[in-house]
């Protein structure tokens, strides 16, 4: 059983360009969230997919964008960076029936990717 | 006010020792309570995992919920280095897609 891959691990970015975060969820899992950690903070939603399709999203603005594929794995965009983007973006996988429910609450995080806005 | 409040620590005990962990939160909404443990540059790994209020015991760990004080605590007996990590709570309230709500996570360090 394979665990969620993220990639890349680091990298670092100006203000005003864009970034793309790559996650694959677990074996088995259906449901893909992802969460914004920064420093010295708790994760926080910025949404979640399940069939290709956003089902629920935290309070970030439009230019955070996800897509979520066939196979399950799922990308993160950000457009414009800011500053204060600079954080560790975590992927989080679940099994769930219709994406929602209790097992969609039980997340198998990623290592996550640490971005880094210059 | 936050919807969950944790103490950020940090949070030093001596091997072997008793220690622990609390949250408290407003949201009287949230049914599934869940405690991570995060090492340092990995993601959160899933500890405990409970649903509305009781005691869940699983080996070292014991993990409380009391609904009526809107506080959860975690226990870890015989604490062991390996144990040093942040400890995030997380919550959810039932129905829809499931946002998990998180403490903002105490750091803990066993020292031998």
């Known amino acids: 059983e394979t665990g969620v891959t993220q990639s890349p691990t680091h990298l670092i970015k100006t203000r005003g360009q864009q970034v793309t975060l790559r996650c694959s969820s677990q074996?088995?899992?259906?449901?893909v969230s992802w969460y914004q950690q920064a420093l010295g903070q708790g994760p926080q939603f910025i949404f979640q997919y399940y069939r290709e399709e956003e089902n629920g999203r935290g309070n970030f603005p439009p230019r955070f964008s996800g897509l979520q594929f066939p196979n399950y794995s799922s990308e993160l965009n950000v457009n414009a960076l800011e500053l204060d983007d600079s954080a560790l973006y975590l992927c989080a996988s679940s099994l769930a029936a219709a994406g929602v429910g209790p097992g969609a609450n039980v997340l198998t995080f990623g290592a996550g990717s640490r971005l880094t806005v210059l | 006010q936050k919807e969950v409040e944790q103490d950020p620590g940090p949070l030093s005990v001596p091997e072997g020792a008793i220690v622990s962990l609390n949250c408290t939160y407003s949201n009287s909404a949230f049914q599934y309570f869940m405690w991570y443990r995060q090492y340092s540059r990995k993601g959160p790994e899933l500890l405990m995992y409970?649903?509305?209020?009781g005691n869940k015991e699983d080996g070292r760990f014991t993990a409380q919920v009391d609904k009526s004080s809107k506080y959860i605590s975690l226990f870890i007996r015989d604490s062991q280095p390996s144990d040093s990590a942040t400890y995030l709570c997380?919550?959810?309230?039932?129905?829809?897609?499931?946002?998990?709500?998180f403490g903002i996570g105490t750091k803990l360090q066993v020292i031998p």
């Open positions: 997380a919550m959810s309230a039932p129905g829809g897609y499931q946002k998990v709500t």
């Open positions: 409970t649903y509305s209020s």
């Open positions: 074996s088995g899992h259906n449901t």
